[in-house]
């Protein structure tokens, strides 16, 4: 019982730390980007699918299991205006627990300086690297414990970072019901080095509960994720969208509360689905209505928000790939490769002919 309490400790500690925390108020905002194409293509994150997928353990260490031994992930991103984004994640089982040893890295290319005036100076480059060693084990069948710990250096032209970073995890298996429940605590942490003395800034703290169920008769898994837990109003105050000009008497009109409390709890909800052909072919749809609730453009819409992606395995080797649009000009394409390099390639040999078949 004592765990329990320790858990909403830690929870109460993390709500009080982060509460007043917006978007563009952190540093090392590269933690928040999708850890593989499988994430990508259901909205952003994925954490309550208990399988042997190393990209998932990246990024939710209570899904590390025993029959991840020996599996290596590879995730590459072209990422937007020539940033380039990817990382590694291999798994290896010790007693007591199963661990993974990962790295993240992000390539901001070359970036003009100016000066006060707006004269260009020169040109200068960004990068940002992320160290990462987790565990996990578990517990009585159904319950599974992991934790991530992070070590980050940023360097974004002549000022440099250096930051540390922690993930908790835990979730709930019913393998009879094919049911998961995940708690995801991500990105607590500090920085040992700001980029500016005495100036300490906010690390992307998350806090999700990520629900799934795969259906008995029909090959397909619904994904809920609450994301965000943290704070409750996530809606950008903007002031176009929140009060509009009437041309009857050009007056103020104020969205209804009612609506504001609904379009808040769906921006803090991610909706997927996976569907499985044979043991071979995945397929993923997902929605998330804060990404297009920010981004898309109201007079043209379009699929910002949604995101699509299949997975195919062969022999060892898992190829997966996620599209995700953010905004009408710009969306992102993710490549995941999945190695288990504790499995051997099976060949077929053919069959050599008998005697029997040379003499016909």
């Known amino acids: 019982m004592k765990k329990y309490f320790y858990l909403l400790f ?39 699918i208990y399988d ?20 290596l992930s590879l995730s590459y991103i072209p990422y937007f205006g020539g940033t380039t984004f990817g990382n590694f ?3 290896h089982k010790f007693k007591p627990a199963t661990f993974q040893f990962g790295a993240t890295y992000i390539n901001y290319g070359k970036l003009e300086e100016y000066d006060e005036f707006g004269t260009q100076t020169g040109l200068t480059t960004a990068n940002e690297v992320m160290l990462q060693v987790g565990a996990g084990r578990s517990y009585k069948g159904k319950y599974k414990f992991g934790a991530n710990s992070k070590f980050i250096v940023s360097q974004l032209g002549d000022y440099t970072s250096v930051g540390m970073a922690f993930d908790i995890a835990a979730m709930w298996t019913d393998s009879a019901h094919n049911v998961n429940v995940s708690l995801n605590i991500s990105n607590l ?30 090959p397909f898994r619904f994904i809920v994720t609450a994301h965000k837990l943290y704070q409750w109003d996530i809606r950008y105050d903007n002031p176009n969208v929140q009060q509009q000009s009437s041309s009857l008497f050009d007056e103020e009109k104020e969205v209804k509360p009612a609506v504001k409390v609904i379009d808040n709890i769906a921006r803090h909800l991610i909706f997927g689905g996976e569907i499985y052909i044979g043991k071979v072919v995945t397929l993923g749809l997902a929605y998330n209505h804060l990404r297009r609730a920010e981004l898309a453009i109201p007079a043209f ?21 996620g599209f995700a649009k953010y905004a009408l000009p710009s969306s992102v394409n993710h490549i995941t490769l999945n190695i288990d390099l504790g499995k051997s390639i099976k060949y077929k040999r053919k069959k050599k002919p008998s005697k029997k078949d040379v003499s016909m």
């Open 10 to 48: 830690i929870l109460l500690l993390v709500k009080t730390s982060v509460l007043s925390q917006t978007g563009g108020d952190n540093v090392y905002k590269f933690l928040s980007i999708p850890t593989s194409a499988r994430a990508t293509t259901l909205g952003g994150t994925y954490n309550s």
């Open 52 to 71: 042997n997928d190393a990209s998932l353990a990246f990024q939710n260490p209570a899904t590390l299991n025993t029959k991840m031994h020996k599996n």
């Open 89 to 91: 994640n291999y798994i």
């Open 189 to 218: 942490g500090f920085q040992f080095k700001p980029y500016r003395k005495g100036n300490q800034e906010l690390l992307p703290v998350d806090v999700q509960l990520s629900f799934s169920h795969r259906l008995k008769h029909v």
């Open 301 to 321: 819409g379009g699929l910002a928000g949604f995101s699509f992606g299949a997975g195919v395995q062969i022999n060892r080797f898992k190829i997966e790939y």
